[in-house]
Structure formats: structure tokens, C-alpha cells
């Protein structure tokens, strides 16, 4: 199995930018259907970014189109998410995920633990 640790969160002004990291570890990410998620206070879980089980294919939740940018590093086993021209509703904690199938449909096979992105206005 994969172990996912997450990093790179913060608190950041309306308009910033932050870069999240996502640290694989147990196995290579190039077996999984890699995304991110995140669930802001009062609200429920969602899909944010994510790639297809082969990689070759991303995918945006509307809100963050043009904003945020999901890549990886495979010599690195990692997966990012460059935010940038952050806005008060990104305000979640954000969870890395992996699925042996895809990310973006049901509940992920594994999960980080999450990191807080806090975008004040």
C-alpha cells in the first residue's frame, strides 16, 4: 500500500499563491489515480484536481480552473498543487489521495492526512 503525507499549507492573503505537496511513500505514485481534495469548514468533502490511472489526463473541479494546477515528480514520488490567485472560499483543509482505479468517482483507496490552507480576505 501507499502512504501519503502532505505539506505546504499556510495562511496566505486573497490573491497568493501556495504550492502543496503531497509525499508518496510504500509504493511509486505511477501505480494510482492521483487528486487532491478538500473540505472547508461547514461543508463537505470535494474533489479539487486529479490525474486518470495512467497520468495522461487531468481533471478541475470549476471552481479552481485556471487557478490551481495539479503536477508530479516521479523521481520524487510526489504530487503537487500550485495554487495560485487564492480566494477566501479555498479556505479547507486539503487531503491527498490515491485510488487503484480512478480518484475522482466514490471514496479513494488512500488517503493523506491532510493539510490546512487558510486565505484571508
Not at 7 to 14: E, I, K, N, P, W
Not at 55 to 78: E, M, P
Not at 79 to 84: A, C, D, E, S
Amino acid at each position: 500500500q501507499v502512504q501519503l503525507v502532505e505539506s505546504g499549507g499556510g495562511l496566505v492573503q486573497a490573491g497568493g499563491s501556495l504550492r502543496l505537496s503531497c509525499a508518496a511513500s510504500g509504493r511509486t505514485i505511477s501505480n494510482y489515480a492521483m487528486g487532491w481534495f478538500r473540505q472547508g469548514p461547514g461543508k463537505e468533502r470535494e474533489f479539487v484536481a486529479g490525474f486518470n490511472l495512467r497520468g495522461g489526463r487531468t481533471f478541475y473541479v470549476d471552481s479552481v480552473k485556471g487557478r490551481f494546477t495539479i503536477s508530479r515528480d516521479h523521481a520524487k514520488n510526489t504530487v503537487y498543487l500550485q495554487m495560485n490567485n487564492l480566494k477566501p472560499e479555498d479556505t479547507a483543509v486539503y487531503y491527498c489521495a490515491a485510488d487503484s482505479s480512478s480518484v475522482r468517482t466514490g471514496s479513494p483507496d488512500y488517503w493523506g492526512r491532510g493539510t490546512q490552507v487558510t486565505v484571508s480576505s
